[in-house]
């Protein structure tokens, strides 16, 4: 026959396609490479200060401004092994659920981890901590109606807020 349909064995997205129109395959010969969309991997950059309270398994909570108003949840599939020396970070790879499939890959998302553990912690925004490279500062109201400038340790960073440590 000189054509021939061929029935996928699942619904996604053509991540490859290995034929064009009128090409003839042989056995075995790579036709498309098909990517689901029920599950959906997502790469977070994670700074490499906060990697030591992510761990696989970890809850996470995604939401995609192209979707405004829904949360996607998921776990922490593992983290990949090497920093980005240009953003000192961390890729941690996410599977979350996608129903409806409404997220499509090349989309942007913001993941918020959740530690295994919480505690009491003393956040600012993070806006307020100015970071000059060698040092991280937070300018201090005091009594007399002065600021002054304070260094501080920094922890983990979500939601528009960032944990001080000291």
């Known amino acids: 026959h000189a054509r021939l349909t061929v029935t996928a064995p699942t619904g996604g997205v053509v991540a490859e396609l290995g034929t064009r129109e009128g090409m003839t395959v042989m056995s075995g010969a790579l036709l498309f490479r098909i990517n689901g969309l029920d599950t959906v991997w997502v790469n977070a950059e994670v700074p490499e200060s906060q990697v030591s309270l992510i761990r696989p398994g970890n809850p996470v909570e995604a939401r995609a401004p192209a979707l405004p108003g829904i949360v ?95």
Do not use: H, W, Y
């Open 72 to 166: 996607f949840k998921g776990r922490v599939s593992t983290l990949l092994p090497e920093v980005n020396a240009a953003t000192r970070t961390l890729k941690a790879r996410v599977e979350l659920a996608n129903p409806g499939n409404r997220l499509v890959p090349g989309m942007f998302a913001t993941v918020n981890f959740t530690p295994a553990t919480r505690r009491e912690v003393l956040l600012v925004p993070t806006e307020a901590v100015i970071q000059t490279g060698r040092r991280s500062v937070v300018i201090v109201a005091q009594e007399d109606g002065k600021f002054a400038p304070v260094d501080v340790e920094t922890g983990v960073e979500a939601n528009g807020q960032t944990e001080i440590r000291k």
